[in-house]
Structures are given as structure tokens and as C-alpha cells.
């Protein structure tokens, strides 16, 4: 197997030795990715150009862990790289003498810890887990460790997680319990108090849907929150609105990663192995096609059954139909969306490829103003 790499209209470059991707992060100027060849070490590469993964250089390997690295996120401002895994245990790696360096920190999990993310400032994150609860973790310089206080109010395993970019105290959480929620996660030893939106652990705002919420996002604005579900809905609040939702309902298969490109265009990927762009209207939000212009060619079949056999080829094989070879770029579910910059973006998946965008060849064919 191979790590394929491929830009848009591009062909296929691969780094060879790697397997499917579990999760990827990328540094603040986009010159060097770290990701996890779904195993429990993470691979850091510098990146010449991105375009041309022909160029890229394996750098570092960390081996801290000891399961699967379910989740990354590197900080732009202090360059540190923060890791979960399903031992349990997050690390942040800081680089020193051209050595990353791991601080171990006090999760208080008894569950694989899923998701990860640095909040605004850099001076907290929080990690979501099995557990049916998400450690917010601060730094302690008088004993030189992270520790961490619990939000406890989900029924389930918290699936995905993000920071309010406006606030550093406001978390959105997507939870396999069908609800996503907006919680207050101030914390007195590091945040403004200017900032405080509630006590920590209250709920700001629930919002329940037909599925697993399988991931949540922001506007870089901060006023809309968007999060996709198993039911193959995407989600739109409008924070300024008095938390007024628009469900936008989809024919495609369960979308598992969702991002905003701009404060009114969003861009989603799943199981149909394609992203799939949302913009803002007159008539609010909707749906506007694929990126990927190549498409695996539809026979026409009907009842549950077809799309149940559909769905289990694509997971299974990368195929519609066991004759058919799908023709999108990537040949298995995308699970996570990475915006790059205002030109392109990235999206990695179960195929072991990570795929990068031209946002602006995507808006036009689409006819999508960003």
C-alpha cells in the first residue's frame, strides 16, 4: 500500500511506506504536515510544494504513543503539536533542537481519547473521548504539566470538537448521543474574564438532530456553527439569530467532516468520497455540488436493499457496484477537511490519499461567490 498525495486536475504522486491516514495537521505556513499512517506513530514531513508531494521529506517520526493516533493539531503562534490517541493519553510536543519533545498531560480519561484542538489563544485545548466527557487542559507552570478540568454532560462518546474563533471560552461538541452542544469552558487561571459566556460546564446551547453528529465547526467569523450528521444533514446556526437553525437535508451518503472556507461558504466530505460545497443565499443555505467533476458513472437501481448494497461496496471495496470503478479522486470515506489557506484546501481519508484543492476552480465550476 501507498501514501498518494494528488492536487486538483493532478495525477497521482505517492510517498511509498504508508497506509491509510487516521488524522493530519498542518504547521502555520503550510511547509511541513504531520500525520498518522493509522498506527500508533506520527510521521512530520516538510513540504516544498504541495502541489508536488514528489518533494516532500520525512523529517520526524514520534513514537510516544501506544495505540492509534486518533487526532492532531498543530498551533500556528507557539508551533506546538498536540496529539490523542486511544491509550488514553494526549502529548504536546514542543521542538526544541530540532527534536520534538513530549509533555505527557493528566486527561483523567479511562476511555481512547477521539479529538483534539488548541483554542483561540493557545493557552488551553481541549481533548473529547469515549469517556462521555471532554478534558479542557491549561498549563501549570508551578509544577510544569498540563492538567485538566472535565465538561460531564454528554451521553456518549464525543465524536468532534471546536473552539469559538472569537471566544476563547465558547466549545462546540459533536456527541454520538444525536445532540450537539455549545459549552462554556472559562477557566479562571488563564482566560479574560471579559470574555466569560457562562459558568464552565454550563450549557450554552443544545442542538439535537437524526444521528451521530459526527463533526462541528465554526465560521471564522464566529456567528454561524454548522455540523454535519449520520442522516446525511447539514446543520447551520446562526449564533447572532438567536441560535436560529436551517437543517439542510442531502441525498448523498453520511458526511463525517465539515469545515467553513469563508464566513458563508462551507465545504463537507464522507462516505459519497467527494466534498461537497454549501454557500449562503437569499433563501439561507444550500447545497451547490461536488468539487471532484469526476464522477463514478450511476446505474439505476431502487428500494433500500440497492442503496444498502451500494453504501457496503463503497465501504468495502471503493466500488458502486462490483463492476463499477469509482472515478472520484479519493476511493474511500474522507474523514477530515483541512482548510490551507483562501486558495486551497485539504481533505484525508480512509484510501490512504491526502487530496489538496483549488477553492477557487471549485467556486467557479459552481458557480460559488467566496
Request: hydrophobic share 35%; charged share 25%; glycine share 4%.
Amino acid at each position: 500500500k501507498r501514501f498518494i498525495c494528488t492536487s486538483y486536475r493532478k495525477q497521482p504522486m505517492s510517498i511509498p511506506n504508508l497506509t491509510n491516514i487516521t488524522c493530519h495537521a498542518w504547521n502555520a505556513d503550510r511547509t511541513q504536515i504531520a500525520l498518522c499512517p493509522n498506527s500508533s506513530e506520527i510521521y512530520v514531513y516538510k513540504v516544498k510544494d504541495q502541489k508536488k508531494p514528489s518533494t516532500w521529506e520525512k523529517l520526524h517520526t514520534l513514537t510516544e504513543h501506544d495505540q492509534i493516533v486518533t487526532a492532531l493539531d498543530w498551533a500556528p503562534k507557539t508551533n506546538r503539536l498536540l496529539s490523542a490517541s486511544q491509550d488514553r493519553n494526549a502529548y504536546v510536543w514542543e521542538l526544541e533542537e530540532d527534536k520534538w519533545k513530549p509533555t505527557l498531560v493528566l486527561l483523567r480519561l479511562n476511555r481512547a481519547a477521539t479529538c483534539c484542538k488548541w483554542s483561540p489563544e493557545e493557552n488551553k485545548f481541549a481533548v473529547g473521548s469515549g469517556a462521555k466527557v471532554v478534558s479542557v487542559c491549561y498549563f501549570e507552570a508551578d509544577n510544569n504539566w498540563w492538567v485538566s478540568k472535565l465538561l460531564k454532560k454528554h451521553k456518549s462518546t464525543v465524536l468532534a470538537i471546536d473552539w469559538c474563533p472569537t471566544n476563547n471560552t465558547i466549545l462546540a461538541t459533536a456527541c454520538s448521543d444525536f445532540k450537539c452542544r455549545v459549552f462554556s469552558a472559562f477557566l479562571k487561571q488563564v482566560d479574560d474574564k471579559k470574555q466569560k459566556e457562562g459558568k464552565f460546564n454550563e450549557e450554552l446551547a443544545v442542538f439535537p438532530c437524526g444521528g451521530w453528529v459526527h463533526d462541528v465547526a465554526w465560521a471564522p467569523n464566529g456567528e454561524y456553527l454548522a455540523f454535519v450528521c449520520h442522516d446525511s444533514s447539514v446543520h447551520f446556526v446562526n449564533r447572532g439569530d438567536d441560535n436560529a437553525e436551517m437543517v439542510v437535508k442531502c441525498n448523498d451518503l453520511p458526511f463525517m467532516t465539515v469545515r467553513f472556507i469563508t464566513d458563508n461558504v462551507a465545504v463537507c466530505g464522507g462516505h459519497s468520497f467527494n466534498p461537497i460545497m454549501f454557500s449562503l443565499g437569499d433563501n439561507g443555505w444550500e447545497r451547490r455540488g461536488e468539487c471532484d467533476e469526476e464522477k463514478a458513472v450511476k446505474k439505476s437501481a431502487t428500494g433500500v436493499r440497492s442503496a444498502f448494497q451500494r453504501f457496503q461496496n463503497q465501504a468495502s471495496t471503493g466500488k458502486t457496484s462490483s463492476t463499477e470503478a469509482v472515478k472520484t479522486k479519493h476511493k474511500n470515506t474522507i474523514t477530515q477537511i483541512t482548510i490551507l489557506n483562501d486558495k486551497t484546501f485539504a481533505s484525508s481519508g480512509l484510501d490512504g490519499q491526502v487530496n489538496v484543492w483549488d477553492t477557487m476552480k471549485c467556486a467557479e465550476r459552481l458557480e460559488v461567490t467566496l
